[in-house]
């Protein structure tokens, strides 16, 4: 697994996860070499995160036209 040089924690600001980091421009520099990427497992959304996208989208409609709450609206049960 590459390394980060132990001087970089000196200049990186916080929250960054290295190891998640190092995975994704690992994962990045297989595809834009030509590699299939990895598949993604099945995802179901958070219902509290989903009512939040839509009570936002909700709000917004009223600003801007492009937004539409009602293609944000929670579903039960659905996967992504």
């Excluded at 590459?2 to 190891?19: I, K, R, W």
Aim: hydrophobic share 35%; aromatic share 8%; with cysteine.
């Amino acid at each position: 697994m590459p390394t980060v040089s132990p001087f970089a924690h000196d200049h990186m600001q916080g929250g960054y996860n290295l190891e998640s980091i190092s995975k994704s421009a690992l994962a990045v520099t297989k595809v834009l070499l030509g590699e299939a990427p990895d598949e993604l497992p099945s995802l179901k959304a958070n219902e509290a995160a989903t009512e939040t996208v839509w009570l936002v989208a909700r709000e917004q409609s009223k600003y801007w036209r492009s937004v539409d709450p009602k293609t944000c609206e929670p579903q039960e049960g659905v996967s992504f």
